[in-house]
C-alpha cells in the first residue's frame, strides 16, 4: 500500500517529480505515475489501483491540472475516494489558479513561488501529516496562512432589511 497517491498535471511533472523524490526521501512510498505505472501495464488500470491502495492523496492544483481531462477525473476520484474511505487529501497549489470548491474547505498547501528553506519547510510538513505524525517538531510552530484561510469563515456580510417583511 501507498503512502501517497499524487495527482498532477504532465505540463507540471518536472515540479511534482522533485516533490516526489523529496517525499520519497523521508521513506514515504510514493505513487508517482512516472515511477509507478510499469512498462506493459495499463495506464488506467495502473492508476485506479495507485489511488485504490494509497492512505493519502496529494492534488497538484495548477493552471494545467484545472482543464486537464485527466487530471480533473483524478481529482475526482480523489475526492471520492476522501468521502468515501477517509484517504487524506491535501491539495497542494502551484501556480496563479483558484482551488476548485472541494479542494478550497480542505486545509491545503500554497507552493507558489516558494523556494529554498521555506519550499524544505513544507515539504517535511507534509511528509510528517502522510505519516500521521505533528508537523513542527519540537516548539510553538506558527500557524501557516493556508490553515487560516480554510479554518475562517468568509467575511461577514452586513444584515440589509428586506423588501417586504
Known amino acids: 500500500m501507498a503512502d501517497v497517491f499524487v495527482s498532477y ?5 518536472d515540479w511534482v517529480r522533485a516533490l516526489a523524490g523529496r517525499l520519497a526521501g523521508y ?3 510514493v505513487f508517482f505515475a512516472e515511477w509507478s505505472v510499469l512498462p506493459g501495464d495499463v495506464v488506467v488500470h495502473g492508476l485506479e489501483r495507485g489511488l ?6 496529494i492534488a497538484v492544483v495548477s493552471p494545467a491540472s ?16 476522501s468521502a468515501d474511505r477517509g484517504l487524506r487529501l491535501i491539495p497542494v497549489l502551484l501556480g496563479d489558479v483558484d482551488l476548485p470548491p472541494f479542494a478550497a474547505n480542505r486545509v491545503w498547501r500554497d507552493f507558489r513561488n ?5 519550499y524544505d519547510d513544507k515539504v517535511r510538513e507534509l511528509a510528517a501529516v502522510i505519516c500521521g505524525q505533528a508537523p513542527g517538531g519540537d516548539g510553538p510552530m506558527a500557524v501557516p496562512p493556508e490553515n487560516l484561510a480554510a479554518a475562517l469563515p468568509a467575511a461577514p456580510h ?6 417586504q417583511h
Request: hydrophobic fraction near 35%; proline fraction near 10%; charged fraction near 25%.
Open 9 to 13: 498535471a504532465p505540463e507540471d511533472a
Open 52 to 57: 485504490r491502495e494509497s492512505r493519502s492523496g
Open 66 to 81: 484545472v482543464v486537464l481531462p485527466r487530471a480533473l477525473e483524478e481529482y475526482a476520484a480523489l475526492i471520492q475516494s
Open 114 to 118: 516558494v523556494h529554498g528553506q521555506a
Open 27 to 29: 521513506g514515504l512510498d
Open 158 to 163: 452586513p444584515v440589509t432589511e428586506p423588501d
